[in-house]
């Protein structure tokens, strides 16, 4: 995104909480891939659509270091939970800490695996799925999770224009051919309503029918 389109939209947008906030400072500060965070306006875009919602069971495939998740738990019911899958132990014990901090630990389920091993094992209809995970996989987990959507149900992807690869002529990098292919496929899916919007990296909203 444009630099001052983005100051303008945070600028515009309801502030980030304090505990976000110092997530945010801290993972630019320390970590190596700070870009995966989803950030201010999107962060708010998620809780918003999620307090819309008012989902009793959510799905996040991709923890990262946390933030996505709790933006994403303000909308939960009173007893509904949140259950977020991420691979890497350093960046799923961070999270862990965040989840404390924000005293969500007990709404939020954290496991720390490969998602493609544990989807099936988690018996749930999901109300919400928010997938921002390696990108070669998104078809894959698109079609271990859509049959567990209910019906109205929401499924938000992430990274979809990968940072513009998507709109050249030729695309060369595995990721953005991967997400190229997801999109084709969702746009080809009957089943689901959709739309593209050019939040951040690109977010796909859809909606099961």
Known sequence: MNTKAQEYSER???????LLNQIATFTYAHHDDPHMLSGHVQGKFLEIISCLLQPKKILEIGTFVGYSALCLAKGLTNDGKLHTIELRKEDAAI????FRKAKMHDKIILHNANALNILHTLQETWDLVFIDADKPNY???????????????????????????????????????????FNEMVNKDDSVEKVML???DGLFLIRKK
């Open 95 to 98: 999270s862990m800490e965040n």
């Open 139 to 181: 078809i894959n987990y698109y079609n271990l999770v859509l049959p567990k959507v209910r019906p109205g149900g929401l499924i938000i992807a992430d990274n979809v224009l990968f940072h513009g690869e998507v709109l050249e002529q030729e695309m060369k990098g595995k990721n953005a051919i991967a997400i190229q292919a």
């Open 12 to 18: 515009f947008s309801s502030a980030e909480d304090g």
């Open 198 to 200: 050019t939040v951040r």
